[in-house]
Nanobody
Framework: QVQLVESGGGLVQPGGSLRLSCAAS???????MGWYRRAPGKQRELVAA???????NYADSVRGRFTISRDNAKKTVGLQMNSLKPEDTAVYYCRATFRSWEYWGQGTQVTVSS
């Protein structure tokens, strides 16, 4: 079992940047990793995904502004978020998947507001 802990959320002004980090309790080298978010009143949605082989996928709404990365040696996954908009406000969750296994973190709040 892998435990995931997100950090790095907070309050930022529109146009600002934040970097989220997801720390895993065990090896993630074989896992597909992803960041999801749930905005108030909305369903959870995929933000960015990164396969074990290095392929990435981004939601249209964040492509070009967000970058997902991983450091298997440090067992961490990052999400660099630039040019933040109020509509990026949400709880952001880290997810790890491998075959039938799926693990989620507890989430970290990101609020974009002036």
């Amino acid at each position: 079992q892998v435990q995931l802990v997100e950090s790095g959320g907070g309050l930022v002004q529109p146009g600002g940047s934040l970097r989220l980090s997801c720390a895993a309790s065990g090896s993630i080298s074989m896992y597909g990793m992803g960041w999801y978010r749930r905005a108030p009143g909305k369903q959870r949605e995929l933000v960015a995904a990164l396969t074990s082989g290095g392929s990435t996928n981004y939601a249209d709404s964040v492509r070009g502004r967000f970058t997902i990365s991983r450091d298997n040696a440090k067992k961490t996954v990052g999400l660099q978020m630039n040019s933040l908009k109020p509509e990026d406000t949400a709880v952001y969750y880290c997810r790890a998947t491998f075959r039938s296994w799926e693990y989620w973190g507890q989430g970290t709040q990101v609020t974009v507001s002036s």
